[in-house]
């Protein structure tokens, strides 16, 4: 079973600051998706990465995949109180270059933002 | 575009009981999966439909979960009978192709159905 481990479970800072989350695997994944969920709602896609060492950017989320495609990060500068959200990591495990939409989640990170 | 639309959107029941969950997925989308969400974990994929195919149904709790997609649109989950474990938020989520180049698709997820089993 491949397992995505996210940290830290728990942010609580201050708007204006910055912030880092991390997804980690033992495992390669051919794709890696971050997720952004609200209370009483679904995720919602917020980028995916697919070539290892890749970054990319959403206005002030920062997004990368790692060389060996087994770990991410998501960084969000100068926060506001409307990022707040639990942030899911997925990965797709399908080998090869075709993905048949079977992810594996992280536990998410729960940020909140102070104003 | 309507979104993925799910019912009810909060249930209760007492252990034993049966319950079901209604799906409704974004129009033309072929692919439709459910999720369980326990409080404080990430979604679980219970089981992925292509059109009215089953693709994986390997998480699926088969001796009290289960699901069908009647015509390839509409999708429900049942569960009989419920168990305390199974107070949840249940996910459906859809995508326009099942099978793809890697990344070249995205899930749209319905708001959930929260269950609790008292």
């Known amino acids: 079973t491949q397992l995505l481990e996210q940290s830290p479970q728990f942010l609580s800072i201050q708007e204006g600051e910055n912030l880092t989350v991390y997804c980690n695997s033992s495992?390669?994944?051919?794709?890696l998706q971050w997720y952004r969920q609200e209370p009483g709602e679904g995720p919602v896609l917020l980028v995916t990465?697919?070539?290892?060492?890749e970054v990319k950017k959403l206005k002030r989320l920062t997004f990368q995949f790692g060389d060996a495609r087994k770990d991410s990060s998501l960084h969000i500068t100068a926060a506001q109180p409307g990022d707040t959200g639990l942030y899911l990591c997925a990965g797709d495990s399908n080998a090869g270059g075709t993905s048949y939409g079977k992810l594996t989640f992280g536990q998410g990170t729960i940020l909140t933002v102070h104003p | 575009e309507a979104g993925v639309a799910q019912s009810p959107r909060y249930k209760i029941i007492e252990k034993r009981q049966s319950v079901a969950f209604w799906c409704n997925p974004i129009?033309?989308?072929?692919?439709l999966y459910w999720y369980q969400q326990i409080l404080g974990q990430g979604p679980k994929l219970l089981i992925q439909?292509?059109?009215?195919?089953?693709?994986?149904d390997s998480q699926l709790p088969k001796d009290r979960f289960s699901a069908e997609r009647l015509k390839g649109v509409d999708s429900t989950l049942k569960i009989q009978p419920a168990k305390l474990e199974d107070s949840a938020v249940y996910l459906c989520?859809?995508?326009?192709?099942?099978?793809?180049?890697?990344?070249?698709?995205?899930?749209?997820f319905g708001p959930g159905t929260r269950l609790t089993v008292t």
């Open positions: 989520a859809s995508s326009l192709q099942g099978v793809g180049p890697r990344g070249s698709y995205e899930q749209y």
């Open positions: 439909f292509q059109n009215n195919g089953v693709v994986d």
């Open positions: 495992s390669v994944f051919s794709s």
């Open positions: 990465v697919v070539t290892g060492g």
């Open positions: 129009s033309g989308h072929a692919t």
